[in-house]
Structure formats: structure tokens, C-alpha cells
């Protein structure tokens, strides 16, 4: 998949070594600033169960 991509990408090897770095820290950057943050909303990361008495 990702030598697929990198096949795609236009221009010279520095340019889609370039263009590569840019996409990932894109995607990065996406997961973030916008998913990571709307799914910690959805899960119930405070109903620990570690430590509790019976």
C-alpha cells in the first residue's frame, strides 16, 4: 500500500521523500488535533477498576 503511494507521487525521490514526510506528519497532526480528542469523549477511560476494593 504505501509503495503504491509512493509510486504515485509526483517529481524527483528527494520530492516524494519530501511529499511522504509532509503526509505523514499531516496525518499525525489530524489524529491529534481532531479524532483522538472526539473518541476520548466516546470511551470510559475513568471507570478504573485498578486498586478498587471488594
Excluded: K
Aim: proline share 7%; no cysteine; net charge positive.
Amino acid at each position: 500500500m504505501y509503495g503504491r503511494l509512493f509510486r504515485r507521487l509526483p517529481g524527483p525521490m528527494w520530492l516524494r521523500i519530501a511529499l511522504s514526510t509532509l503526509l505523514l506528519a499531516v496525518a499525525v497532526l489530524l489524529l491529534m488535533q481532531v479524532v483522538f480528542p472526539w473518541m476520548d469523549e466516546l470511551l470510559p477511560t475513568n471507570e478504573s477498576v485498578v486498586g478498587a476494593q471488594i
